[in-house]
């Protein structure tokens, strides 16, 4: 049980880490580059997030459901289940909001970052920002319950 609890916390904590970085870090950063730069990045990790991320969200999603069995008989046991909740509620959600408009900027030639595509990325950011806190959410009602 400890090796699923260290795990856990640790591929949940680097996952929320790296999306709260996007969010806080590397957009504001983005967003003051030269047009050409900024579609450039924007489109490069728009590629390789979009591949990366459906698998490591699948994965966290198992570990929590997988503590969650676990720990169901322990007291405390809803936070995981809480957790496991918001996860998959942010996974659904994340396909229907954010796949869609990270796909979009994914498929443009570098040149192509109008205004318009700036709005969208702006878009999608402030519907990340909601992510994030659904992240970070989850994450402390994981640990609350490992405590």
């Not at 950063?29 to 969200?57: H, I, K, N, S, T």
């Not at 318009?116 to 920002?129: F, I």
Request: glycine share 8%.
């Amino acid at each position: 049980m400890i090796f699923l609890d260290i795990l856990t916390v640790v591929s949940v904590g680097l996952m929320t880490g790296t999306e709260f970085a996007v969010s806080v870090f590397i957009n504001p950063v983005v967003w003051r580059m030269e047009d050409e730069a900024q579609g450039f990045a924007v489109r490069a990790f728009a590629l390789v997030l979009g591949r990366v991320m459906p698998f490591w969200y699948s994965g966290n999603l198992l570990l929590l459901v997988g503590e969650a069995i676990v720990r169901r008989s322990q007291p405390g046991a809803w936070l995981l289940d809480g957790a496991c909740g918001i996860w998959a509620a942010v996974i659904v959600l994340t396909l229907i909001f954010l796949v869609p408009i990270n796909n979009r900027i994914g498929a443009l030639p570098d040149h192509a970052f109008s205004e318009a595509v700036k709005r969208e990325h702006r878009q999608w950011d402030s519907r990340h920002r909601l992510r994030v806190v659904a992240l970070v959410v989850a994450m402390g009602m994981l640990l609350v319950d490992l405590l």
